[in-house]
C-alpha cells in the first residue's frame, strides 16, 4: 500500500469506505465480529432483508477484500479476512458519535448490557471485561505501555503459568500484542496473538461462555474465581451477566 501512488490509495480508501458506507453491509460486519462463520441465509436474517438483497452484499464484501468465503455442500459461509478487518471495524465503530439509541424493549436493553460488559471481538475478548483484564495485566506488570504496548517477561511467564499457547517469536505477521479501542468502554482492550490466545483459553478453560447466539459472553463460577484469584479483578467486572439470548452485534 506504501508503494503505491497516492491516486490509487485515495481510489483503494474511497472504494473501502465505499463498502462500509450502507446500512445492510455494516450490519452484516458488525455481525461477523463474533469471529465465526455465517451462512447467508443467517446473515440475511439478522439483517433483516431479502436473501438475494444480503447475497448482492456479500458479493461486494468478498470482492473488496473485507470478508472471505467457502462452500459446504449447499451452505456458502463468511467471515470477516482476518483480525486487522475485525480492529478495523471495531475502531471505527469506537469512533461513532456517543448517541445511545433508545432502548424500546426489555430484551434490548438486556442485549445491550451483555454486549458492553463482555463479548468477543472477532477473537478476542472486549467490552468491560477485555478492558478490566487489560488493566489488570498492566497494573500486575504483565503489559508495559511506555513505548508502545508489549508483553512483559512477567507477563509471559504469568501466561505459560496458566497454560495459555503463545505464538513462537517472530513466527508470523500478526502483532505479539495490540491494542484495540473499545467502542463500549472507549479505552483499549488486549488484541494481538497473545489476546486470542487468552480469549481461546477462556472458552477451552470453561471461564466463559456465550450467552446465547450472540457475540456477548459471560463469566462462570470458574472463571469469576480463576480471575479473581489471577488478576484481582473488581466486582464490576467479575459480576453476573444478565441473559440475552437472541444472536445480536
Not at 506488570?141 to 509471559?156: F, V
Not at 488486549?190 to 459472553?217: H, K, P, Q
Request: proline share 5%.
Amino acid at each position: 500500500m506504501g508503494n503505491r501512488h497516492p491516486h490509487e490509495q485515495s481510489a483503494g480508501l474511497a472504494a473501502l469506505a465505499g463498502l462500509l458506507a450502507d446500512r445492510t453491509r455494516a450490519t452484516i460486519c458488525l455481525a461477523l465480529l463474533d469471529g465465526r462463520a455465517w451462512t447467508a441465509t443467517e446473515l440475511a436474517r439478522h439483517a433483516q432483508v431479502a436473501a438475494s438483497t444480503a447475497t448482492g452484499h456479500l458479493n461486494l464484501l468478498v470482492d473488496g477484500g473485507l470478508l472471505t468465503q467457502e462452500r459446504q455442500g449447499r451452505h456458502r459461509y463468511v467471515r470477516l479476512a482476518g483480525p486487522g478487518t475485525a480492529e478495523l471495524i471495531e475502531l471505527l465503530t469506537a469512533n461513532l458519535p456517543h448517541r445511545p439509541e433508545p432502548v424500546s424493549s426489555l430484551s434490548m436493553a438486556r442485549q445491550r448490557g451483555a454486549l458492553a460488559q463482555g463479548r468477543t471481538c472477532y477473537d478476542h475478548l472486549a467490552g468491560k471485561l477485555g478492558v478490566g483484564i487489560a488493566d489488570a495485566m498492566t497494573a500486575r506488570g504483565h503489559l508495559d505501555w511506555a513505548r508502545g504496548l508489549t508483553l512483559t517477561e512477567p507477563g509471559t511467564a504469568w501466561l505459560r503459568g496458566l497454560g495459555v499457547a503463545l505464538p513462537p517469536s517472530g513466527s508470523g505477521r500478526r502483532p505479539v500484542v495490540r491494542s484495540c479501542l473499545d467502542w463500549t468502554e472507549r479505552r483499549p482492550h488486549l488484541a494481538g496473538a497473545v489476546g486470542a490466545a487468552l480469549c481461546r483459553y477462556a472458552f477451552d478453560a470453561g471461564w466463559i461462555t456465550r450467552i446465547g447466539t450472540s457475540r456477548a459472553v459471560a463469566l462462570t463460577g470458574l472463571g469469576r474465581d480463576a480471575l479473581r484469584e489471577q488478576l484481582d479483578l473488581p466486582d464490576e467486572v467479575v459480576e453476573r451477566q444478565p441473559d440475552a439470548s437472541t444472536r445480536g452485534g
